[in-house]
């Protein structure tokens, strides 16, 4: 089992930034991928970045060039660092992490951008 505890959302105006931390804890040794998910009121659950083992990101096109998806393996934490917000990033942020063919998922971090 994973378990993925996600930190620092919350309030910013537009074109802020807010830097998102996922640890991981448990059975992680064989964790391949890690990433960050998004799901904004009414709308489905999206990808917003992936990183890999060998450290390859991937990144929606809406988020590509303002916000970087990192990893600290010796910390077991993800971080997301999310610059030049916009209204539409509001959105719960959730980890995920895949061992072993599952997923696991955090509980969920709120980020609101408003002025």
């Known amino acids: 089992q994973v378990q993925l505890v996600e930190s620092g959302g919350g309030l910013v105006q537009p074109g802020g930034s807010l830097r998102l931390s996922c640890a991981a804890s448990?059975?992680?040794?064989?964790?391949?991928?890690m990433g960050w998910y998004r799901q904004a009121p009414g709308k489905q659950r999206e990808l917003v970045a992936i990183?890999?083992?060998?450290?390859?990101?991937d990144y929606a096109d809406s988020v590509k060039g303002r916000f970087t998806i990192s990893r600290d393996n010796a910390k077991n934490t993800v971080s997301l660092q999310m610059n030049s917000l916009k209204p539409e990033d509001t959105a719960v942020y959730y980890c995920?992490?895949?061992?072993?063919?599952?997923?696991?998922w955090g509980q969920g971090t709120q980020v609101t951008v408003s002025s």
């Open positions: 990183i890999r083992s060998g450290d390859t990101t």
């Open positions: 448990g059975t992680i040794s064989t964790i391949n991928r």
């Open positions: 995920i992490a895949y061992r072993l063919g599952n997923v696991y």
